[in-house]
């Protein structure tokens, strides 16, 4: 009888200790966002970010917004190419990467060499869209 209480103890404890520990449904992740967005929404948020760090004039967020734009589509081209191919990590990494590239190459020469100090020493340490050559 003993040993039928403790199972049963114990089996309370466990289930009331699972339980605790299970959480409401996660709010979404950064990249799921990134998905409900058209890439239009997408590159916009780009530009905005863009202009808080260097204060981009009106030419260079539209010529921004349609590089970012026509970046995020090629980008969703090759996401959307491996779609449910299990291993497609590394496939994906290697096709974006001359995209990413061209991207940021295309935006370091819009902006003057001030703006690019200036996005330089905002994000010194951090690894940013732009960093990279």
Known sequence: MKKIILVAACLFVTSTVVNAQ????????EKSRHEKLTPEQRAQKHVDGLHADVTLTDDQKTKVHDLAVAKIKKVDEIRAKYAGQADSDAAIKREMEPVKK?????????LTPEQLEKFKAKHAGKET?????
């Open 22 to 29: 299970e959480t409401t449904k996660k709010p979404a992740t």
């Open 102 to 110: 061209d991207f940021r190459k295309n935006v370091k020469a819009l």
């Open 129 to 133: 869209a732009l960093d990279h050559d």
